[in-house]
């Protein structure tokens, strides 16, 4: 059974930044593929980046210039750094590996 952790949300002011992470644990052999996903209030969860094995990268329209997704194959870990966070990017941040979501971390930007 695998388990994935979320942690590093938090409330920030416009234009500041955060860095989640999540790492995976139990019993398995590789992650191939990583991702982010994020819900707001209201809205369905969206995909905001992903990363694969090799380190390959895709993001949302929304976050491209800002975000950066990147992993720890040792730790198998994976992190999204969040730079000039915006109010519309408060949500709800989940990551997804193995067909398995992580429990979620809150991200309020706000002043």
């Known amino acids: 059974q695998v388990q994935l952790v979320e942690s590093g949300g938090g409330l920030v002011q416009p234009g500041g930044s955060l860095r989640l992470s999540c790492a995976a644990s139990?019993?398995?052999?590789?992650?191939?593929?990583w991702a982010w996903y994020r819900q707001a209030p209201g809205k369905q969860r969206e995909l905001v980046a992903t990363?694969?094995?090799?380190?390959?990268?895709n993001y949302a329209d929304s976050v491209k210039g800002r975000f950066t997704i990147s992993r720890d194959n040792a730790k198998n870990t994976v992190y999204l750094r969040m730079n000039s966070l915006k109010p519309e990017d408060t949500a709800v941040y989940y990551c997804?590996?193995?067909?398995?979501w992580g429990q979620g971390t809150q991200v309020t930007v706000s002043s």
């Open positions: 139990g019993i398995f052999f590789s992650i191939n593929i």
């Open positions: 990363i694969t094995s090799g380190g390959r990268t």
């Open positions: 997804h590996a193995l067909r398995t």
